[in-house]
């Protein structure tokens, strides 16, 4: 529930929006943080560089995005050059930060904008909306940050700010629409973009998950929340499923010359358009040998390696046994990608598939 307006301040920020814009902005000019990202104050912004900031930072942390934003900057400083790459060395330089359908949708969001709109990104959220991975966040971001259009922009740390000053305790996901409309209210016509990352500044690093340092808010005194002594309960998550567990096989597979099969995952679905050590379909139960046998690369005697490889994707656990074999003269029968395990590094492995290629090496 919302606290009721009458335990609420006279001061609070929906009694006073504008007031609660200017004291976060006031606090936003001396503590924002400095970013790769992030225009210097009296510069500005790029548009090219707050999308893939953007895309880079969905369901990643900041100092995780930071170097991959810096190699993909240095490389493709601009989004026709982005555009002009090939697919594969977009997909080998993004692996490792995962959720890999945003390096496609970035590649496919690139060509649209260097070839339908002559390298220029829209300023208006319905128009961003348009593009190839952009949803409803990504578009108020772009709006308010790169073009300084008034636009709400509502991500994990806007919810928990919003959830904290205005006591609202229905939980997530389902409050969404509420939070959203309490951002909106706050929202300032003027230096939108400054007032959405003076929010994401104010999550991340005061309004903080645990112990958030209360005493150092702007707004700690209008905050409901605080003033109930529930800020480090809120915002509160509906209980989540138990993911499930999947279970395969990979293949560890060398030829004579000591290169390693790999090969290329279909376009859509999971890693779409990933590199891969070959393996079974997973499933909810362990392969028989029957499914091994039908989809390992060559007809070997396979050996298994101790150990499991485990890994977590966001809707399921994954648990590969890995086995390994050397081709005989047949080795180029195989399908795939033969390459030199001191080239692995230059190809497009997604995280579960370092593991696998350290567990095999360890193992083998």
Not at 80 to 109: E, F, S
Not at 140 to 153: D, L, N, Q
Not at 315 to 327: G, N, S
Not at 341 to 362: I, N, Y
């Amino acid at each position: 529930m919302t606290t009721p307006p009458h335990t609420a301040s006279k001061d609070s920020p929906r009694d006073a929006p504008r007031d609660a814009a200017s004291r976060l902005l006031s606090w936003y000019d001396h503590n924002r943080r400095d970013l790769p990202w992030r225009a210097k104050p009296g510069e500005v912004a790029d548009p090219y560089r707050v999308w893939l900031s953007e895309i880079m930072l969905q369901q990643t942390t900041v100092p995780a995005a930071a170097p991959y934003f810096r190699a993909f900057t240095e490389r493709w400083p601009t989004v026709r050059d982005l555009a002009a790459a090939p697919l594969d060395d977009v997909l080998v330089a993004w692996a490792g930060l995962g959720y890999y359908a945003r390096a496609r949708n970035l590649h496919k969001c690139a060509q649209v904008v260097a070839t339908e709109r002559a390298g220029r990104f829209p300023d208006k959220e319905v128009a961003l909306l348009e593009l190839p991975g952009v949803g409803a966040y990504t578009a108020a971001a772009i709006t308010a940050i790169a073009f300084g259009h008034k636009a709400t922009v509502v991500d994990g740390n806007v919810e928990r700010v919003v959830s904290r000053v205005f006591a609202v305790e229905e939980p997530l996901p389902g409050v969404k629409p509420k939070l959203r409309a309490l951002a909106a209210l706050l929202t300032p016509d003027e230096r939108p973009g400054d007032y959405a990352q003076a929010m994401m500044d104010l999550g991340a690093t005061v309004c903080t998950p645990r112990k958030p340092k209360c005493m150092l808010c702007p707004w700690s005194d209008w905050c409901a929340a605080r003033a109930a002594g529930i800020q480090e309960q809120l915002p509160r998550k509906a209980a989540k499923a138990d993911k499930p567990t999947r279970r395969g096989v990979a293949f560890w597979l060398l030829n004579p010359e000591g290169a390693v099969l790999l090969r290329r995952r279909a376009e859509e679905g999971l890693l779409g358009g990933m590199t891969e050590v070959p393996s079974t379909p997973w499933a909810g139960h362990a392969p028989t040998e029957a499914d091994i046998a039908a989809a390992a690369p060559l007809d070997l005697s396979w050996r298994r390696l101790p150990g499991v490889v485990r890994h977590t994707f966001s809707h399921f656990h994954l648990d590969l046994e890995v086995v390994a074999a050397k081709a005989g003269d047949n080795w180029r029968m195989a399908e795939g990608l033969w390459v030199p395990v001191d080239r692995l590094g230059g190809q497009a492995l997604p995280s579960v598939m370092m593991k696998v290629v350290r567990h095999a090496l360890a193992h083998a």
